[in-house]
């Protein structure tokens, strides 16, 4: 079975612009998390979403972030208006669901540069 | 807010054993992950506690204190392929989110 894919694997965009960052989980997780990671830190818990709905995007920095998972699989997280400080690795990582024990399988990221 | 903390780098040699240490002040607590990263690609699940102790799995282990705040991740028998970034990750309420320290480099001599 596939792991979780994240497309596409490098994307450089000039300041200003709107960029979508694409997520496929692990058929059938029915939770999934978007991360930030800058170089030399941890990953960055931006959101999350049980099945179709954002059940916290209490970690997404303003409103130039937006995320979406319409049919409970696919996940796009929308960027608007690019900034340079939205340079990072964007992770994807799906979970057979979200309570008690559940390991976090993370996708292999998309680095975003702003220029 | 959390506060997750652990060690920058680490260097050991080949066969050796390795201890990366991680303090924790979280708003709360459901579980204490170790994920390994190699540059460039996605952290890969190591270990779980969420009761006081030690979980042993292979050549890794991990030990839990809550009432400390405190882990560890106990690598036995260095091979170099366990040259990696160790990140240590707190689930801090009965959902979801996790929390990560800024990893710890382990370089593995030969």
């Known amino acids: 079975g596939a792991g979780v894919s994240q497309t596409p694997s490098n994307k450089v965009t000039e300041k200003g612009k709107y960029v979508e960052l694409r997520c496929d989980p692990i058929s059938g997780h029915t939770a999934l998390y978007w991360y930030r990671q800058s170089l030399g830190q941890g990953p960055e818990f931006l959101i999350y979403f049980q099945g179709t709905g954002a059940a916290d995007d209490s970690g997404l920095p303003n409103d130039r972030f937006f995320a979406v998972r319409p049919e409970g699989s696919v996940s796009t997280l929308k960027i608007q208006r690019t900034e340079r400080g939205d340079s990072a690795v964007y992770l994807c990582a799906s979970s057979p669901g979200a309570g008690a024990y559940y390991e976090q399988y993370f996708g292999p990221g998309t680095r975003l540069t702003v220029t | 807010g959390q506060n997750i903390d652990q060690p920058t780098e680490m260097t050991a040699t080949e066969g050796a054993i390795v201890q990366i240490n991680c303090t924790y002040q979280?708003?709360?607590?459901?579980?204490l992950f170790w994920y390994q990263q190699h540059a460039g690609e996605a952290p890969t699940f190591l270990s779980y506690n969420v009761l006081d102790g030690l979980e042993e799995k292979g050549r890794f282990s991990s030990f839990l204190s809550r009432s400390k705040g405190y882990s560890y991740l106990l690598l036995k028998e260095l091979q170099m392929k366990d040259s990696a970034s160790y990140l240590c990750?707190?689930?801090?309420?009965?959902?979801?989110?996790?929390?990560f320290g800024a990893g710890t480099t382990v370089t593995v001599r030969a």
């Open positions: 990750a707190v689930r801090d309420d009965w959902d979801y989110k996790l929390s």
């Open positions: 979280t708003s709360g607590f459901n579980g």
